[in-house]
T-cell receptor
Framework: SQKIEQNSEALNIQEGKTATLTCNYTNYSPAYLQWYRQDPGRGPVFLLLIRENEKEKRKERLKVTFDTTLKQSLFHITASQPADSATYLCALELSGGSYIPTFGRGTSLIVHP | SQTIHQWPATLVQPVGSPLSLECTVEGTSNPNLYWYRQAAGRGLQLLFYSVGIGQISSEVPQNLSASRPQDRQFILSSKKLLLSDSGFYLC??????????FGNGTRLTVT
């Protein structure tokens, strides 16, 4: 069956360090992969989208990589700040599919000052 | 610019009571509309999606239903709530090849 895995344990890092979150998937052929941020009690907010033919995407302090051979995406936040503390969700859509993303459970990031 | 409104923000309902959650989108035409549920510590579970007025697809069999009476209005309903219906309900919209844009959700507690 199709599956998306994100580390269920919270990631604790010190302010200023680079946070790296992982999204692994099985049995998908995603046309693209998305990353969202979710704060407690709020809806997810879209951050970045990376397509299957792209290896890397950047936006300010954010960087996403997409390895379709490893079936893995890495999400990096450089120079992390306490305000980056949130849950980060990855979502996948199938190639030529219904454009409906399936979400992972998310990883909580806690940046300590 | 596009906005999405979802209400109410919180709701406490007794078991067996009806439910109606409303979501409206502004600033875009013919959006795809979605209802997700997020249980505590769980991922986002897609409940319903709609690609047009009156077109509803259900992903999970349950005692919930959805309707799209207007292009930018999406309603989630139940005739009789169960305890297991408690959760965080999120409405979202998108267009083809665009990411999802979520509302701020409704926290439903069934007592």
């Amino acid at each position: 069956s199709q599956k998306i895995e994100q580390n269920s344990e919270a990631l604790n890092i010190q302010e200023g360090k680079t946070a790296t979150l992982t999204c692994n998937y099985t049995n998908y052929s995603p046309a693209y992969l998305q990353w969202y941020r979710q704060d407690p009690g709020r809806g997810p907010v879209f951050l970045l989208l990376i397509r299957e033919n792209e290896k890397e995407k950047r936006k300010e302090r954010l960087k996403v990589t997409f390895d379709t051979t490893l079936k893995q995406s890495l999400f990096h936040i450089t120079a992390s700040q306490p305000a980056d503390s949130a849950t980060y969700l990855c979502a996948l859509e199938l190639s030529g599919g219904s454009y409906i993303p399936t979400f992972g459970r998310g990883t909580s990031l806690i940046v300590h000052p | 610019s596009q906005t999405i409104h979802q209400w109410p923000a919180t709701l406490v309902q007794p078991v067996g009571s009806p439910l109606s959650l409303e979501c409206t989108v502004e600033g875009t035409s013919n959006p795809n509309l979605y209802w997700y549920r997020q249980a505590a510590g769980r991922g986002l579970q897609l409940l319903f999606y709609s690609v047009g007025i009156g077109q509803i697809s259900s992903e999970v069999p349950q005692n919930l239903s959805a309707s799209r009476p207007q292009d930018r209005q999406f309603i989630l309903s139940s005739k009789k709530l169960l305890l297991s219906d408690s959760g965080f309900y999120l409405c979202a919209w998108s267009t083809i090849n665009s990411p999802l844009h979520f509302g701020n959700g409704t926290r439903l507690t069934v007592t």
